[in-house]
C-alpha cells in the first residue's frame, strides 16, 4: 500500500487566495482525519470522518476552512480565503478502528 | 478533558547510549490508548509503538519500550542503544476507547531528541 497521499507537499500562495489540499487515504481504512501542526499550538485536530460522515469539526477555526470527503478514497481540506496565519503543515491520517493511525508526508502551505 | 504533558522539551543522548523520554497524562478514563510517534526531519509523522490501558504489560518495538504505569498516570518511552537515525520529534498522545464516541488524539508538545556521535 502507498500509505496515505497527500497534494500538494508544498503550497505557496497569496493572501485572499483559495487554497485546496487533497488526501487520498489508505484503502480500508474508515476514519479520516485532518491536523494541522505550528510552532505555537502544535497538532491541532481540525475535522475527522467515519466513513465519509463528518464526525467532529470542532476543531475547524473558522468558516474560511471547510473539508469534505466525497468518497471513501478523497478528502479536501478548503481554505477560502486564506490569511497569512493560515500557514502551517496540515496533516492527514487515516485509521481503522482501535488502529493506529497513519499520517501522511503533510502539506507545507504558506500564505504570503 | 483529557491532556497531556510532555515536560522535556529537548533532550540528548550520546550513540548507543539509552535514553527516556516522558509523557504524563490526566484523564477520568479507565479504557484507553496510548502511542508515541517521531516525527524526523522529513516531518513524516511515524507510529513508534502504542498501549492499551487494560494490558498490564508494557509494549515493546525491537529497540522501543514504554513503562506504562496506570495509577501514576504515566507513559514514559525508553529508546535503548540509540541511532542518529532516532533524531526526531518525539509525541505522545491518548485517545478514550473508540466506543466512548470519539476518536481523536489528543498529542503532548513534543520532546526535540538529538543524538550526538
Known amino acids: 500500500d502507498a500509505g496515505v497521499i497527500q497534494s500538494p507537499r508544498h503550497e505557496v500562495t497569496e493572501m485572499g487566495q483559495e487554497v485546496t489540499l487533497r488526501c487520498k487515504p489508505i484503502s480500508g481504512h474508515d476514519y479520516l482525519f485532518w491536523y494541522r501542526q505550528t510552532m505555537m499550538r502544535g497538532l491541532e485536530l481540525l475535522i475527522y470522518f467515519n466513513n465519509n460522515v463528518p464526525i467532529d469539526d470542532s476543531g475547524m477555526p473558522e468558516d474560511r476552512f471547510s473539508a469534505k470527503m466525497p468518497n471513501a478514497s478523497f478528502s479536501t481540506l478548503k481554505i477560502q480565503p486564506s490569511e497569512p496565519r493560515d500557514s502551517a503543515v496540515y496533516f492527514c491520517?487515516?485509521?481503522?478502528?482501535?488502529?493506529?493511525?497513519?499520517f501522511g508526508s503533510g502539506t507545507r502551505l504558506t500564505v504570503v | 478533558a483529557q491532556t497531556v504533558t510532555q515536560s522535556q522539551p529537548e533532550m540528548s543522548v550520546q550513540e548507543a547510549e539509552t535514553v527516556t523520554l516522558s509523557c504524563t497524562y490526566d484523564?477520568?478514563?479507565?479504557?484507553?490508548?496510548l502511542f508515541w510517534y517521531k516525527q524526523p526531519p522529513s516531518r513524516q509523522m511515524i507510529l513508534v509503538i502504542r498501549?492499551?490501558?487494560?494490558?498490564?504489560q508494557n509494549a515493546t518495538e525491537n529497540r522501543f519500550s514504554v513503562n506504562f504505569q496506570k495509577a501514576a498516570k504515566s507513559f514514559s518511552l525508553k529508546i535503548s542503544d540509540s541511532q542518529l537515525g532516532d533524531t526526531a520529534m518525539y509525541f505522545c498522545?491518548?485517545?478514550?476507547?473508540?466506543?466512548?464516541?470519539?476518536?481523536?488524539?489528543?498529542f503532548g508538545t513534543g520532546t526535540r531528541l538529538k543524538v550526538l556521535a
Open positions: 498501549q492499551e490501558a487494560y494490558k498490564q
Open positions: 491520517a487515516s485509521s481503522l478502528p482501535r488502529g493506529g493511525y497513519t
Open positions: 498522545a491518548f485517545m478514550k476507547q473508540p466506543t466512548s464516541g470519539t476518536y481523536k488524539y489528543i
Open positions: 484523564t477520568s478514563e479507565n479504557n484507553y490508548y
